[in-house]
């Protein structure tokens, strides 16, 4: 690997995100793959961003698929996150997980914080990863629960960072 990208791991090991979990029926049922690459992108029209690595059989099976879900997790769900990362031998990811089906016959974990229907909008090559642009077309907040973020190659809890009872100034 070359020294920048060195650089730009180093960089994004550093900066915290928030786990995401692309949920979507194809052919062979529901499938979905973990994702920390994710931003909101447009308001008008309302268009969110994911990036998935090139080859991965997640990004294979999503190509395919016209809509998909993001599913905001929250802190008690780490082994969610690592289920649908692959981090164990469970083949058919959503063995045990439950969840609720959209509208649109999208999967929808339970326990998430919430949860993005969307529409492909448009799909980019991007280097060793694709870009895929996502078009918001329905979503909830589904609790009050903090959301689990990823940070340092590891996973960090908001509510040990910042608790309630102390106060917050920000200057």
Known sequence: MNQRAEILKSFMRNFPQGVTVVTYSSESGFDGVTVSSFTSISLEPPLILISLA?????????????????????????????????????????TGIKYSLTSRKLPIIAGSVAYLECRKYRWEDAGDHDIVL??????????????????RQQYALLSQAWSKEEPFELF
Do not use: W
């Not at 997790?73 to 469970?90: N, P």
């Not at 996502?134 to 940070?151: F, I, Q, T, W």
């Open 134 to 151: 996502g078009e918001v077309l329905d979503g909830a907040v589904l609790n009050s629960k903090m959301p689990l973020v990823y940070h």
């Open 54 to 94: 090139k080859g991965t059989k997640s990004n294979m099976l999503l190509y395919s698929q016209d809509y998909f879900a993001v599913n905001l997790l929250a802190e008690d769900q780490k082994s969610v996150s690592d289920r649908f990362a692959g981090r164990d031998d469970i083949e058919e990811r959503f």
